[in-house]
């Protein structure tokens, strides 16, 4: 069985600019979520979706994040414009069942902003 | 709020000996369910051990087993014959069960090394 494919894994960019990531979570799974982990912390739920919907973006930073996942199944985040402390790694995670499912993880995406 | 925390940084233990990862946790839910993930260096997170907070037989996988404490809102790691693989960061997640999305909420880590 397939895992959660992301790419690109290495994103290196300057302030001000735009980033996209992408994320293919395992077939069939209806759940994806984007984290944000920041060097030294743990991952923080930036956006849950449940298939096409968002079930919980509270944390994601609208000014500037924006995640779409058309046709429910993969999905994009992206940074527009960025910021020195948007430097991390985001995670995607994807899950069978909405509440109780085990969160499958993919290799994350390192995002460096100079 | 729910809040992990996980209060030591860095762990050490040597070859086949037993370490013991702490981890607590605030929330006034009574369902929910608690894991310890792993992350080796430049690798994805996996999953070492789930605990279902109804159940009261404390879980093990192997050479990894828990120690749940529900009162005291207390969930520990044990890692018995630890192993040279076993070297990573080590998280302990809380998730909500039927609010709010079944959001999993990650405490800031341990990182173990092990000595040969």
Same mark, same amino acid.
């Given at each position: 069985? #397939?895992?959660?494919?992301?790419?690109?894994?290495?994103?290196?960019?300057?302030?001000?600019?735009?980033?996209?990531?992408?994320?293919?979570?395992?077939?069939?799974?209806?759940?994806?979520?984007?984290?944000?982990?920041?060097?030294?912390?743990?991952?923080?739920?930036?956006?849950?979706?449940?298939?096409?919907?968002?079930?919980?973006?509270?944390?994601?930073?609208?000014?500037?994040?924006? #995640?779409?996942?058309?046709?429910?199944?993969?999905?994009?985040?992206?940074?527009?414009? #960025?910021?020195?402390?948007?430097?991390?790694?985001?995670?995607? #995670?994807?899950?069978?069942?909405?509440?109780?499912?085990?969160?499958?993880?993919?290799?994350?995406?390192?995002?460096?902003?100079? | 709020?729910?809040?992990?925390?996980? %209060?030591?940084?860095?762990? %050490?233990?040597?070859?086949?000996?037993?370490?013991?990862?702490?981890?607590?946790?605030?929330? %006034?839910?009574?369902?929910?369910?608690?894991?310890?993930?792993?992350?080796?260096?430049?690798?994805?997170?996996?999953?070492?051990?789930?605990?279902?907070?109804?159940?009261?037989?404390?879980?093990?996988?192997?050479?990894?087993?828990?120690?749940?404490?529900?009162?005291?809102?207390?969930?520990?790691?044990?890692?018995?014959?630890?192993?040279?693989?076993?070297?990573?960061?080590?998280?302990?997640?809380?998730?909500?069960?039927?609010?709010?999305?079944?959001?999993?909420?990650?405490?800031?880590?341990?990182?173990? %090394?092990?000595?040969?």
């Amino acid at each position: 069985e #397939a895992g959660v494919a992301q790419s690109p894994r290495y994103k290196i960019i300057e302030k001000r600019q735009s980033v996209a990531f992408w994320c293919n979570p395992i077939s069939g799974h209806a759940t994806l979520y984007w984290y944000q982990q920041i060097l030294g912390q743990g991952p923080k739920l930036l956006i849950q979706f449940q298939n096409n919907g968002v079930v919980d973006d509270s944390q994601l930073p609208k000014d500037r994040f924006s #995640a779409e996942r058309l046709k429910g199944v993969d999905s994009t985040l992206k940074i527009q414009p #960025a910021k020195l402390e948007d430097s991390a790694v985001y995670l995607c #995670a994807s899950s069978l069942r909405h509440l109780t499912g085990e969160l499958f993880f993919g290799e994350g995406s390192r995002l460096t902003v100079l | 709020a729910q809040t992990v925390t996980q %209060s030591q940084p860095e762990m %050490s233990v040597q070859e086949a000996e037993t370490v013991t990862l702490s981890c607590t946790y605030d929330t %006034s839910e009574s369902d929910y369910y608690l894991f310890w993930y792993k992350q080796p260096p430049s690798r994805q997170m996996i999953l070492v051990i789930r605990q279902e907070a109804y159940k009261q037989q404390n879980a093990t996988e192997n050479r990894f087993s828990v120690n749940f404490q529900k009162a005291a809102k207390s969930f520990s790691l044990k890692i018995s014959d630890s192993q040279l693989g076993d070297a990573a960061m080590y998280f302990c997640a809380y998730r909500i069960l039927y609010n709010q999305g079944g959001k999993l909420i990650f405490g800031q880590g341990t990182e173990l %090394s092990v000595k040969p």
